[in-house]
C-alpha cells in the first residue's frame, strides 16, 4: 500500500480561501504526490467546493466526520452516504477533538467507522492518549482500549485506516520520539492483527504536529504509513515537503 498522508484542515477556510488552497496544493504536490496517496479534509460545507478543483488529479478528498446513520432527525451532522455522494473517499472518525469537545466514545466511533464502510468510505480511525495518561504510564492500556473498542471487528487491512495521534502532541508543537511512534504503532498493528490473521496492508499514520522538518524522521520510522497533518496542510510549500518525505 502507498504511504498516506492526509490533511486536516479543521474548522479553517472559507470559500474562496478553500479553493485558492486547494488550487495551489494540486499545483505543488504534482510530482510530490507520485510518492504518496494524498488526501485533502476540510469543513464539510467547503468539500464540493474543494472536489471540484481536485477532481481530476491525483488528490483525493475526505470528511472530517460523518454520523452512524444515513439520514434521519439529526440536525448538524453529516451522512456517510452524503460524503460519498460528494466525491469523498476517506472520513476521520474519533479525533481526539471529536473524543474530547464532544464526549465521542469508543463504541460511537465503532459505528461511524461501520457506517462509513456501508458507504464505501475509507474510515480513518483516530486512536491517542492525553498528557495525563501518558505521564501516569498508561499509553499501553489507552490505545488497547480505544483500538479494540474503536475499529469494526470485521474490517479488514485494506479497508481502514488507523491514526495514532497523542493528543498532547497535537497543535502544541511537541512530538513523540521515534521510539515512542514504533511502539504504539507496533501495539496498534498486533492488535488489529488479533483475531484477524495478520496486518499485512494495514496503513498506520502518526499525526501531532507533524511538520515538514520533522516528517522524513517520522515517515521513515518502523509500521509508520503515513502522516494526518493539521496546520502544516494548510500551507501548500510545507505540506508538499511532507509529501516528498514519504519513503521511495
Known sequence: MPYLIAGNWKMNGTLASAEALAAELIATVRGAAAQAEVVLCPPAPLIPAVRAVTKGTAVAVGGQDCHTKEKG?????????????????????????????HGETDELVRAKAEAALKAGLTPIICVGETEAERERGETTTVIARQVTGSVPGGATAEKVVIAYEPVWAIGTGKTATT????????QIATLFAAGRGGSDGLRILYGGSVKAANAKEILATNNVSGALVGGASLDAAEFSRIIESCPR
Do not use: N, Q
Open 73 to 101: 432527525a439529526h440536525t448538524g451532522d453529516v451522512s456517510p452516504v452524503l460524503l460519498a455522494e460528494l466525491g469523498c473517499r476517506f472520513v476521520i472518525v474519533g479525533h481526539s477533538e471529536r473524543r474530547a469537545d
Open 179 to 186: 521510539a515512542d511512534i514504533a511502539a504504539v504503532h507496533g
